[in-house]
């Protein structure tokens, strides 16, 4: 019913920058919250940085200062800049996000994307 679809994935060097874009599809009423997480292999998945409606953003200490998250509510789409790349930001991007639905329905439903891969040569 409702969907994500993240692009801008890749391979980059250590120091360079990419940007990840999330956008949501299907039927909802309103997009609360969207958020970025990342896992790498052997690890859990964690929050890189979140944006609630409102605009305040939350983000891991270890990307403070080098990833962006901005929204864009005409487009239903999230981004994620990322700049000044290391080889510890390596792993799959799975977009999230917070929705209500149209209609009587009052409850804040999730969805995830299916993720895309940042890998980050030394």
């Known amino acids: 019913q409702v969907q994500l679809v993240e692009s801008g994935g890749g391979l980059v060097r250590a120091g360079g920058s990419l940007r990840l874009s999330c956008a949501v599809s299907?039927?909802?009423?309103?997009?609360?919250?969207m958020g970025w997480y990342r896992q790498a292999p052997g690890n859990q998945r964690e929050l890189v940085a979140g944006?609630?409606?409102?605009?305040?953003?939350d983000y891991a200490d270890s990307v403070k200062g080098r990833f962006t998250i901005s929204r864009d509510n005409a487009k239903n789409t999230v981004y994620l800049q990322m700049n000044s790349l290391k080889p510890e930001d390596t792993a799959v991007y799975y977009c999230?996000?917070?929705?209500?639905?149209?209609?009587?329905?009052?409850?804040?439903?999730?969805?995830w994307g299916q993720g895309t891969l940042v890998t980050v040569s030394s």
């Open positions: 299907g039927s909802f009423a309103s997009i609360d919250a």
């Open positions: 944006v609630a409606s409102g605009g305040s953003t």
């Open positions: 999230n996000a917070a929705y209500k639905r149209s209609g009587w329905y009052r409850r804040t439903f999730e969805v």
